[in-house]
């Protein structure tokens, strides 16, 4: 069965830096584009990246644009998120999530367990 199991996350200062690691099996998992999400406390469910299946085409929120970098690693079956000048509003529960297209969509079919990532001096 499909499994997305995260990991990587902690507590980081502000400025700081995290790698978060998405380890997928159960599915082949170079076809499919995968995504990165979050929920803060008390809010709703944010998109946050979303990578296409090869890996050559990435989006980002505007929130993150130009701090996060999400990449992939076919052969290894992992997602990854590097998370760079963090901010105490990057606080939040983060999941990786399978696409159901080559191409990110809205349409995320299986969901990780979710790892905390909470910045604060």
């Known amino acids: 069965q499909v499994q997305l199991v995260e990991s990587g996350g902690g507590l980081a200062q502000p400025g700081g830096s995290l790698r978060l690691s998405c380890a997928a099996s159960?599915?082949?998992?170079?076809?499919?584009?995968m995504n990165w999400a979050r929920q803060a406390p008390g809010k709703g469910l944010e998109w946050v990246s979303g990578?296409?299946?090869?890996?050559?085409?990435?989006y980002y929120a505007d929130s993150v644009k130009g701090r996060f970098t999400i990449s992939r690693d076919n052969a290894k079956n992992t997602l990854y998120l590097q998370m760079n000048s963090l901010k105490p509003e990057d606080t939040a529960l983060y999941y990786c999530?399978?696409?159901?297209?080559?191409?990110?969509?809205?349409?995320?079919?299986?969901w990780g367990q979710g790892t905390q990532v909470t910045v604060s001096s």
């Open positions: 990578i296409y299946s090869d890996g050559i085409v990435t």
């Open positions: 159960g599915y082949p998992f170079s076809s499919y584009a």
């Open positions: 999530a399978k696409d159901r297209s080559i191409r990110p969509t809205a349409a995320s079919d299986y």
